[in-house]
């Protein structure tokens, strides 16, 4: 059963500053990993997909990396804004019983400071 | 056709009433998937169609949910007999069967309480 972790639960950071928010997963035959963003009550955005044969992928000032045999992802924000502040969510897809199953981190719920 | 369109956004129920929500995807995509959001939580999937085959439930799936997707088009999802704890954010995705690495789209999802 694939698991995924998500640490800091929580984080608080000034405006300006460059973060890391990372993501583990236990099983590593993944057919992709994206990274989504959730605002209070709303639902999910996409921000970035990376596929299993990528080591990363980038849109402006997002990057996210991928090393599939150690089971750690993780989303780099340069430059955070006070728009930033949302819960960002991993989750990992793999193939079960023909299907892509995608299996949700808790999610890290990040504050920007102005 | 923009993304996948979630109705009613919001849902305020009294116990043990039935509810029903319905979820549009992108128009190619044919698989859909129904996900359910407690607070604090990541998504939890709920079950999977490709076209207008449910394909797999989970286990969080319980005798007085159903859903079905006519047409392999739009999909319902119902909930009979409503209990406090199905109090949650009800999330539908779409995806493209052959093209795994798009990734999921999601709606905007269905806030159910139940009083």
């Known amino acids: 059963k694939q698991e995924v972790t998500q640490i800091p639960a929580a984080l608080s950071v000034p405006e300006g500053e460059n973060l890391v928010l990372n993501c583990s997963f236990t099983d590593s035959a993944i057919y992709n990993l994206q990274w989504f963003r959730q605002d209070p009550g709303k639902g999910l955005t996409s921000l970035l997909l990376?596929?299993?044969?990528?080591r990363e992928q980038t849109s402006g000032r997002l990057n996210a990396s991928l090393d599939k045999s150690s089971g750690r992802s993780t989303l780099y924000i340069a430059a955070s804004q006070p728009g930033d502040s949302a819960t960002y969510l991993c989750a990992v897809s793999r193939n079960s019983g023909g299907y892509q199953k995608v299996t949700f981190g808790t999610g890290t719920k990040l504050q920007v400071i102005p | 056709d923009t993304g996948v369109s979630q109705d009613p956004r919001h849902k305020i129920t009294k116990r043990g009433q039935n509810v029903t929500f319905r979820c549009d995807p992108i128009?190619?995509?044919?698989?859909l998937y129904w996900y359910r959001q407690t607070l604090g939580q990541g998504p939890e999937f709920l079950t999977y169609?490709?076209?207008?085959?449910?394909?797999?439930k989970s286990r969080l799936l319980s005798d007085r949910f159903s859903a079905e997707r006519p047409k392999g088009s739009f999909s319902t999802l119902e909930i009979q007999r409503t209990e406090q704890g199905d109090s949650a954010m009800y999330l539908c995705a779409s995806s493209l069967a052959t093209a795994t690495n798009y990734g999921y789209t999601f709606g905007s999802g269905t806030r159910l309480t139940v009083v």
């Open positions: 990376i596929q299993s044969s990528q």
């Open positions: 128009s190619e995509h044919n698989r």
């Open positions: 169609f490709q076209n207008e085959a449910q394909l797999e």
